[in-house]
DNA sequence: TTCATATGCGTAGATATAACACAAATATAC
DNA sequence: GTATATTTGTGTTATATCTACGCATATGAA
């Protein structure tokens, strides 16, 4: 045994509905900052790779289920955890709508979304973590389609329009967009169409995963 | 005492001396794998953070001076060291020609610059991170000015020309590619001239760092 | 029926990229 | 000393991409 440094993953999911950002923070039970909001995450067991214990940490205290996980940067500054000296590998999450509700089975009290614009003081160093999540979430959708895993398999494209506006924080012009998006060649417009309140009813679309795939293969890049 | 990981880091420093990218090994002198090649690093000390680890290991096992590193990637599939679990930080590290001859201190045997076209058989999953370092270093060389910690001080423009060819595995329009760089005006062009065999002489030119910063500071990005 | 609202599509000017040709300054061979 | 090979240095044009707009269409609400 060489030394006595703790190893631990944390998470960042990010769930996003109709204009709102929100990430998953979970209560503190134990000292310390208990009853502080901390990012979910625990200490990685030795016989589990560090993904598994990202999705087990999230199914124990959370009951999310991830569709995207990607790992976002390794925190290991000496006394960033004031018990003893704790690594951290930080990932980094997108939900879908629906798995964005919380299960019944978690207590509501212990794990919460919250918007990022709204959040609660953060335990250990976990806002400096959240904002280099918000980081490369705002960089990452302008070269990977990774927007799609925060919509519904079924969308408007206002809602794809939307979601960038909100991430990237600034207006888009629509119909370039729609242009951009559409020499991509990654959406599928459906038969559907859906009606919210006035205006013209809206095709829905979703995304085709195997043919971004394919187009990557041939070195066409996904680029807002 | 919850668990027993063991953390280490390891280090892919690039090196590049006229059209060879080069990395930076050391021979190991213990088992398991004991004389193959392997990334320089080793194990964290409790009271050091991740990047002191890495330059203390890398100075120690190699003499080599850094002067640009950044974290790369977390390396901890169970499995990865057949003692027993090691979780590794990689960095990636780039050095000017100076620091690339290996200081007369080291043994020579014991620490070795490598073509990466003609890589050694590598010890535990050190091929695996230095695919991704040299990915990374591809990527990243387009969109921050990283190029130029790998060239001298001052350099004439074909120098920068040859790193970019080499490194990104293709030609490039000498003209073109002036224009560019020209027009982030990152570039200081020196009054001293260098001529190597026939061909008109060259003017020297020096990367402008704190321009660079201005530049970014003001949302003008560096692009190739 | 009219109005407000949201979607859907097209066009023109500006900007950036890509392709390309030739002049200038040196070392070397003769 | 002259011709030749070699390397640096600059300009121009066609093409593609991006940006800024205008207007028609389909609905709900008044």
Same mark, same amino acid.
């Given at each position: 045994?060489?030394?006595?440094? !703790? ?38 067991? +030795?016989? +589990? ?11 124990? @205290?959370?009951?999310?289920? *991830? ?24 990932? #980094? ?18 794990? !919460?979304?919250?918007? %990022?614009? =709204? ?21 990452? %959708?302008?070269?990977?389609? *990774?927007?799609? +895993?925060?919509?519904?398999?079924? #969308?408007?494209?206002?809602?794809? @329009? ?14 370039? #967009? ?30 085709? =995963?195997?043919?971004? #795939?394919?187009? =990557?293969? @041939?070195?066409? *890049?996904?680029? *807002?």
């Amino acid at each position: 045994m060489k030394n006595k440094i !703790q190893l631990t993953v944390d998470a960042v999911v990010f769930g996003y509905e109709s204009g709102n950002i929100s990430v998953l923070l979970v209560r503190r039970k134990y000292k310390p900052y208990k009853d502080a909001w901390a990012l979910p995450g625990g200490f990685v067991l +030795e016989k +589990e790779n560090l993904e598994e214990a990202v999705q087990r940490e999230l199914s124990e @205290e959370t009951g999310v289920k *991830i569709n995207y996980l990607e790992q976002l940067y390794t925190f290991g500054d000496v006394g960033r955890d004031p018990r003893c000296r704790v690594v951290s590998v930080a990932y #980094f999450g997108l939900v879908k709508p629906n798995a964005f509700k919380l299960s019944a089975s978690t207590d509501a009290k212990e794990a !919460q979304w919250f918007n %990022i614009q =709204k959040l609660p003081k953060l335990a250990f160093d976990h806002k400096k973590i959240l904002k280099i999540a918000i980081e490369r979430l705002q960089s990452k %959708i302008t070269y990977e389609p *990774i927007g799609f +895993e925060l919509l519904d398999k079924k #969308f408007p494209f206002s809602d794809l @329009e939307k979601l960038y506006t909100t991430l990237l924080n600034r207006d888009i012009d629509r119909r370039n #967009f729609k242009k951009k998006i559409t020499s991509l060649k990654v959406l599928d417009e459906l038969d559907e169409k859906v009606s919210f309140g006035p205006g013209r009813p809206a095709s829905l679309f979703s995304f085709n =995963k195997k043919r971004y #795939f394919q187009l =990557k293969k @041939e070195g066409i *890049i996904f680029e *807002i």
